[in-house]
Structure formats: C-alpha cells, structure tokens
C-alpha cells in the first residue's frame, strides 16, 4: 500500500455534544486530507470523532488484538470526498467511511489533548446538551508516534452499521489516565435529571469471516 498521509486543520470552538451513547466532536474540516494507504486515488476529509469506553479499563475497545481489549477507542471519521457529495451520501458506499481508532492504554500521564475533551463533559451531562471547546484542537496529536496500523474493509459500529467503513486501526496506543476514563463515564445517557451514566459504549468485535485484514508498519 502507498503511506497514508493525513493533513489537518487546528481548529478552536469546536462543538461537543453528549449525543446520549457518549461525547462527539463535529469536526467538518473542509481543509483536511487523509490519502494513501487503503484509500487509493481518493481524498477523505474529517467530519467528527468520538470515542468508546468501558465499564473498567479492562475493556472498551470496539477492536481487540489477539483477542485483548484496550480501555478505549478514539474514532476519527472522515468521508470520501472525492467521489460523494456528503457525508449521508458517503455512508451509503463501502467505500464512503474511513476510520482512524486508536486504542487507549491507561498510564499515569494525563493526555493533554484528551483533557481539553474531560474539561468540557461536566457542561454536557445530560442528552442533547453541547457545548463549544475553547481550546485548540489538533486532530494530529490524537494520533500516535508509531503510525503502523491495520486496515480492512468493515462496518459502522452501531445500527444502521452500514458496511461502509475502510477501518485503519493504529496498533500503538495513546495513553489516557482512569481518571479520563472516570470522567467520559458520569456522562448520563438521559435528557433529564434521572442519571445513567453511560458507563459503557463499546460494541463487541464481530467474526472477520471471510474480509482480509492487511498491515502497514510505517
Ligand atoms: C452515518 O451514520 C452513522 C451512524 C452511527 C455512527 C456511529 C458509529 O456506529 N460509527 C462508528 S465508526 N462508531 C460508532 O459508534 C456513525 O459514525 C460515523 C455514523
Ligand atoms: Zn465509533
């Protein structure tokens, strides 16, 4: 496969949303490229991240490897723009989505990028609540140092899952504190003052059956 290059937009104000399954960030960053690598001739651009997450940092990962869950998975989802005209309209193809997940390890090392996220979920509690991130966000430094990965052709996660998405999972993990992980979970899947939190998100890997996974080790 040709490298995988990325390009993105640093970008303030940024809306977040506790869409009631957890936190989102629209992102629609007309500037953004992310080419090469599985995508072939075609350029996708960034349109939202999110993330899944666990009941404990024993799991919450959407992908494990060799069968190990990691405590969470950023999705940063991009679409094709190259050959749809919008992100509704991409979702439909099977190669409409792509997908960047990165596993997240729990350290002792706050994640500064990820902070900038927790400092703004206490204004989100409640389902259909948003809010605007003051602070600068840099989607390149959700990415990890090691940059190899692995890709196949799979699906959205959640219904309507639309097979749809060229998933590029990072096999480095970024590092996040419990205490992150503590925060995404007194999110409330609720609009109003009954609380359940939404302690876990992460949907179960399926078979790979018969799709083919190939690697890059950048
Ligand atoms: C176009 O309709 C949808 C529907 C659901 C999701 C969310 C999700 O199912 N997909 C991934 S990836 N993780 C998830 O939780 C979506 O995200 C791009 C797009
Ligand atoms: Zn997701």
Redesign the pocket.
Known sequence: MKKLTFAYESQSDLRILNTG??WKVEAPQSGSRLEGGPLGEDIYQL??F?C?WGETSAEGS?HTVDGRAYAGEL?L?HWNTTKYQS??EA?QHPDG?A?LGVFFDVGNESNDEIEKIVSTLSEIKFKGQFTDIPDVIDPTTFLPSGLGYWTYLGS???????E??IWIVYKEPITVTEEQLVQFRCLSACSGEAEEFIVK?Y?PPQPLGNRALRECNA
């Open positions: 399954h957890g349109e939202q999110h899944h959407e999705h989802v992100f509704a979702a989505l997908v959205l996660t959640t219904p309507p899952c639309n749809c998405v998100n949907r």
